[in-house]
């Protein structure tokens, strides 16, 4: 099978696939100079027995959804999926045949900086869209839907959407480009469907109000200086779940798209590999392509994730973009900051784990001298890593429970299942996790100050 591939609003090659052994090839179209070769396909002619990266990161996760998608599209191969995304990562698109391809027009030359701002889009925690209609959401269980692939991978569930803010709508786009994308509560990660079931046999796969923990996480990112695009809750019309509506940050005024890469793929890696990466794989694989600046986020990133304990904090969690649309340019930065959550308030083994890649060979009891390690392969100096430390820690400490106090009592008094018995106020949740975290910071984090010796 053979799939013609668009990249920056011009056609570049052919991705083929063959069976018995499966083979993966990529070739390049005659007018592509050598210089703009895309990241990973360095030759004219390129071969693999596993996806490239490239396209792999935009391929979803979930494998119910991939058959699915497969089952109702009759597509027995990988490549047969690229045909059927819509509103693709970044400026891709893919075709059966030359013949639809449309007409490719240059577009003007946009850089990432300049627009930052508006990309991201602003709001005032908490965003919660209570006057707003949802409509045509595709319908299922929310787990696995055939309706629509957004070409944006990850495990979640996703769906393009429209928002009016004039008429306060938010509508499933479909096929229509936009600026905007719905993560769906997954009813199979939430309180319903549980009536029969012991605790005990669901709470490893229990998150229930994830996306109100992405809100809360994603903003409080936002206050501690990150850039964060705009998202917010919206109540599902059938249940008590919220979904998140989220900015893309690859996105200018809908029709402009800026690439970008998961670090993962950047590593060369594929969707599996996403945990299996270390901190110190991606400082060293992304060092000589980002700026010093770039490399001090990423720190304070790490020890931001560190403090809320993001378990889910793995290779595709952070990215790489280009700082601009021009089909030559080469040069990125850190991307935005997306999927920023505590996995540390669920029952699942990331529950134990501060982080999803490892730090100094640890996932947890990650202590403030693995930090300053990793500031040391980074270039930061110490003084400067201990300060960001104590700082943050400060900062967290002293704002998250009035971060909380500010989502509206019909959120704060949500119940999660804490038992066959008990359950507990999704407040009362964050209560217990931040002395939690509170008992961790001051064990692993912040140095005591030393005891004064009078002798
Ligand atoms: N705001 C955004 N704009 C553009 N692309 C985005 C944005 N947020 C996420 N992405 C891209 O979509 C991918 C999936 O997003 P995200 O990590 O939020 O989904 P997920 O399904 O929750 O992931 P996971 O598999 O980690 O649970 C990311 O790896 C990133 O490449
Ligand atoms: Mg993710």
């Known amino acids: 099978m053979k799939v013609h591939v668009v990249s920056k609003n011009r056609y570049i090659g052919i991705v083929s696939e063959s069976a018995d052994p499966q083979s993966f090839k990529f070739v390049y179209s005659d007018d592509v100079s050598s210089d703009d070769y895309i990241l990973g396909l360095h030759q004219k002619e390129n071969i693999s027995n596993y996806l490239f990266p490239i396209f792999d990161d935009l391929i979803p996760e979930n494998k119910d959804k991939l058959d699915a998608i497969k089952a109702s599209h009759s597509i027995k191969n990988t490549i047969g999926i690229l045909l059927h995304l819509d509103n693709i990562h970044g400026s891709f698109e893919f075709y059966r ?12 030359i946009i850089q990432f900086n300049d627009v930052k701002f508006e990309i991201l889009g602003d709001y005032a925690y908490p965003e919660i869209l209570d006057d707003y209609n949802l409509v045509e959401l595709p319908e299922n269980n929310y787990s696995t839907s055939e309706n629509t692939t957004l070409g944006l991978s990850g495990y979640q569930e996703k769906h393009a959407v429209l928002k009016d803010d004039i008429n306060h709508v938010v509508t499933y786009a479909g096929k229509t ?3 905007y994308f719905i993560k769906p509560f997954n009813i199979d990660f939430s309180n319903y469907n549980k009536a029969k079931m012991r605790f005990n046999t669901y709470k490893k796969h229990y998150y229930p109000y994830l996306l109100i923990n992405e809100h809360i996480f994603m903003s409080l990112a936002k206050d501690f200086g990150f850039d964060v695009p705009y998202n917010g809750l919206i109540k599902d019309p059938n249940y008590n779940e919220y979904h998140l509506i989220v900015k893309r940050f690859d996105r200018y005024r809908t029709t402009y798209k800026f690439d970008h890469h998961t670090v993962n793929s950047f590593l060369g890696n594929i969707a599996t590999d996403k945990y299996h990466t270390t901190v110190t794989d991606i400082i060293k694989g992304i060092q000589e392509k980002i700026s010093s600046d770039d490399m001090l986020v990423l720190f304070k990133f790490i ?7 993001h378990g889910d904090l793995h290779a595709k969690n952070l990215s790489l973009i280009y700082c601009s649309n021009e089909f030559s340019d080469k040069k990125m930065r850190l991307a935005p900051m997306y999927d920023v959550l505590t996995t540390n308030i669920y029952h699942s083994s990331q529950n134990r784990n501060d982080i999803g890649i490892k730090v100094n060979n640890k996932l947890s009891n990650i202590r403030s001298s693995d930090l300053l390690y990793i500031a040391e392969i980074m270039n930061i100096n110490n003084i400067t890593a201990k300060k960001i430390i104590d700082d943050f820690c400060n900062k967290f400490l002293s704002s998250f429970e009035a971060h909380i106090n500010k989502l509206p009592d019909k959120i704060k008094t949500l119940r999660i299942k804490a038992s066959d018995y008990k359950d507990i106020t999704l407040s009362g949740r964050y209560a217990q996790y931040l002395n939690n975290r509170k008992a961790y ?12 010796n009078i002798f």
Do not use: M
Not at 99 to 104: A, C, F, G, T, V
Not at 303 to 309: G, L, P
Not at 441 to 452: D, G, N, S, T
């Open 97 to 108: 045949d030359v013949k639809d391809i449309p007409q490719l027009n240059n577009q003007g």
């Open 177 to 179: 480009q936009s600026e």
């Open 303 to 309: 020890v931001f994730s560190i403090i809320i304990s």
């Open 441 to 452: 910071i001051e064990k692993y984090l912040v140095e005591k100050p030393a005891e004064k």
